[in-house]
Nanobody
Framework: QVHLVESGGGLVEPGGSLELSCITS????????MRWHRQAPGQQRELVAA???????SYADPVKGRFTISGDGAANTVHLQMNDLKPEDTAVYYC??????????????WGQGTRVTVSS
């Protein structure tokens, strides 16, 4: 079945940078959307950034101008470059993909998450 694996999380000081990566394997159907979500302790999960196969991108307001999402379709890989990190960016970051099925329906899959901690 479909598996997503994230990497690149860690501890960074405010103002620093990290790049997250996610590799998707096992999908026999097209990936239409690649997304990053995050969930801070005690908080609900929120959408951070999204990338469509058409090349369109979208970002949550708190990360606009600081984060950049990009993808490698051939390798089924999506990246999230995070610059000027702030303490409020601290969270577990999850990769998410939307796959188109032959029926016309879509299914989404999640990675296990990678932890990002921004602290001085």
């Amino acid at each position: 079945q479909v598996h997503l694996v994230e990497s690149g999380g860690g501890l960074v000081e405010p103002g620093g940078s990290l790049e997250l990566s996610c590799i998707t394997s096992g999908s026999e159907f097209p990936i239409y959307i690649m997304r990053w979500h995050r969930q801070a302790p005690g908080q609900q999960r929120e959408l951070v950034a999204a990338l469509s196969t058409a090349g369109g991108t979208s970002y949550a307001d708190p990360v606009k101008g600081r984060f950049t999402i990009s993808g490698d379709g051939a390798a089924n890989t999506v990246h999230l470059q995070m610059n000027d990190l702030k303490p409020e960016d601290t969270a577990v970051y999850y990769c998410n993909v939307v796959v188109g099925l032959p029926s016309g329906d879509c299914s989404q899959y999640w990675g296990q998450g990678t932890r990002v901690t921004v602290s001085s």
